[in-house]
């Protein structure tokens, strides 16, 4: 009789050893694995509103959307096409195409002007240098945070988006914009003006704003073609020859 307690005693022992083994360890085997949420320091390579490898990507809204493009990678070298619009009334009242190389901090614009006109400039090295198509006089000085928005070229960027004030900022999220995922921005300055901006999640870099004044579009700027890193032909060159940077260097 004794010796049958002890074997129900060593079956109830070898019960619990089993049920506490299987809660340790067993359960993992059956439960759904949980989604990783990435808080807003996530890479942009996630896709824009949705999930991806299991992450699910922070929610754009008016108070987070500044702190969200502050979290995105720009590439450090790269070229671009740059149109800008100034639209009024019925028509286009001119139009401004930029070539934009960027490259290890120096970044070189050759600009066309509405009428034709060439203009050019090369920011690095705390120095501007900037001269006109068929001219040899270069207009140089010393460099501060716009000199690569030098003359006038007026191409916004990503700084752009976060210096908004935060206040005038009315509307956030993700939205599709040429094939690409990017952050949208719409801001209401007041007296009838407002902006709007585009920030590629993947490369971090503003691919279109626009200004409206009662509703209507008055400037718009695009980018296109981007090539990273920029092309090794990339001049950094004056007029003259003389190589102010050379690209990879």
């Known amino acids: 009789m004794e010796r049958g307690k002890r074997n129900i005693v060593v079956v109830l022992i070898a019960a619990i050893i089993a049920v506490a083994v299987l809660s340790s360890f067993g359960l993992g085997l059956f439960a759904p694995d949980t989604a990783e949420i990435v808080l807003p320091t996530a890479g942009p390579s996630a896709s824009p509103g949705g999930e991806s490898g299991g992450a699910v990507k922070v929610e754009v809204t008016p108070e987070t959307v500044q702190s969200v493009i502050a979290t995105l990678d720009r590439p450090e070298s790269y070229g671009r096409t740059v149109t800008i619009q100034d639209l009024w009334g019925e028509g286009e009242s001119g139009t401004t195409t930029a070539r934009v190389w960027v490259d290890a901090g120096w970044t070189r614009t050759d600009a066309v002007l509405p009428g034709g006109t060439r203009r050019s400039s090369i920011v690095g090295g705390g120095q501007f240098w900037s001269w006109y198509g068929g001219e040899d006089r270069v207009l140089t000085g010393p460099a501060d ?13 990503y700084e752009t988006v976060l210096e908004l004030d935060p206040a005038s900022i009315t509307a956030a999220g993700y939205e599709a914009l040429d094939g690409l995922g990017c952050v949208y921005v719409e801001t209401d300055t007041g007296d009838g003006h407002s902006a709007r901006f585009w920030v590629d999640t993947d490369s971090g870099l503003l691919v279109r704003a626009e200004q409206l004044t009662d509703g209507q579009v008055v400037y718009r700027m695009t980018a296109s073609g981007l090539e990273r890193p920029a092309p090794s032909d990339a001049s950094f060159s004056l007029p003259d020859g003389t190589v102010l940077h050379r690209v990879g260097a």
């Open 145 to 157: 945070e716009y000199s690569a928005d030098l003359e006038g070229q007026r191409i916004p960027t």
